[in-house]
T-cell receptor, first 112, second 114 residues
Framework: KNEVEQSPQNLTAQEGEFITINCSYSVGISALHWLQQHPGGGIVSLFMLSSGKKKHGRLIATINIQEKHSSLHITASHPRDSAVYICAPSERFKTSYDKVIFGPGTSLSVIP | GAGVSQTPSNKVTEKGKYVELRCDPISGHTALYWYRQSLGQGPEFLIYFQGTGAADDSGLPNDRFFAVRPEGSVSTLKIQRTERGDSAVYLC????????????FGPGTRLTVL
């Protein structure tokens, strides 16, 4: 079993739709990152959270530590949201630093 | 301020050659990470620096790969006797501290080994 799983793997949505991307992980974590990567582009950190919920513009990230589950929501989706979204929990490693484990990514395509 | 920068942005080399990839982290960031991303896959960890020292190099695939960060700022990833399988995007990230902290990623260096 993979340490980090995301669903769906691919997602096509109509502009304006509400989108949810789910992430489940099996490791004990100190924090969880949501990252965005546009086609051919670099990686941008969207959120880092260790509990509860964070909101930034149209993006909302939630995490349930007990259930080892996190979700990324996009409200009023737009074609510019088309990208790969990566869930990346960080695990305390050798008590000295937090090692990020990257999920497989969810490829989102928002159609006008 | 400036983000993480990486040079070159693209590097094409021939099999067997030596390459160096450079990362300039955000000023003041103690932690520096190198990752490798192959086409269609997520990033995989290569090495982590805390200051000048490599605190974890367990992700380096073999002894052809080596990285340094002599002054605790700029880092260089060095690949000897390159192979076609080394072709990938090499990403660098930095964070202010070693605990849970936002990692800021550079744009990457796309390495192509012919």
């Amino acid at each position: 079993k993979n340490e980090v799983e995301q669903s769906p793997q691919n997602l096509t949505a109509q502009e304006g739709e509400f989108i949810t991307i789910n992430c489940s992980y099996s490791v004990g974590i100190s924090a969880l990152h949501w990252l965005q990567q546009h086609p051919g582009g670099g990686i941008v950190s969207l959120f880092m959270l260790s509990s509860g919920k964070k909101k930034h513009g149209r993006l909302i990230a939630t995490i349930n530590i007990q259930e080892k589950h996190s979700s990324l929501h996009i409200t009023a989706s737009h074609p510019r949201d088309s990208a790969v979204y990566i869930c990346a929990p960080s695990e305390r490693f050798k008590t000295s630093y937090d090692k990020v484990i990257f999920g497989p990514g969810t490829s989102l395509s928002v159609i006008p | 301020g400036a983000g993480v920068s990486q040079t070159p942005s693209n590097k094409v080399t021939e099999k067997g050659k030596y390459v160096e990839l450079r990362c300039d982290p955000i000023s003041g960031h103690t932690a520096l990470y190198w990752y490798r991303q192959s086409l269609g896959q997520g990033p995989e960890f290569l090495i982590y620096f805390q200051g000048t020292g490599a605190a974890d190099d367990s992700g380096l695939p073999n002894d052809r790969f080596f990285a340094v960060r002599p002054e605790g700022s700029v880092s260089t990833l060095k690949i000897q006797r390159t192979e076609r399988g080394d072709s990938a995007v090499y990403l660098c990230a930095s964070s202010q501290q070693t605990g849970p902290d936002t990692q800021y990623f550079g744009p990457g260096t796309r390495l192509t080994v012919l």
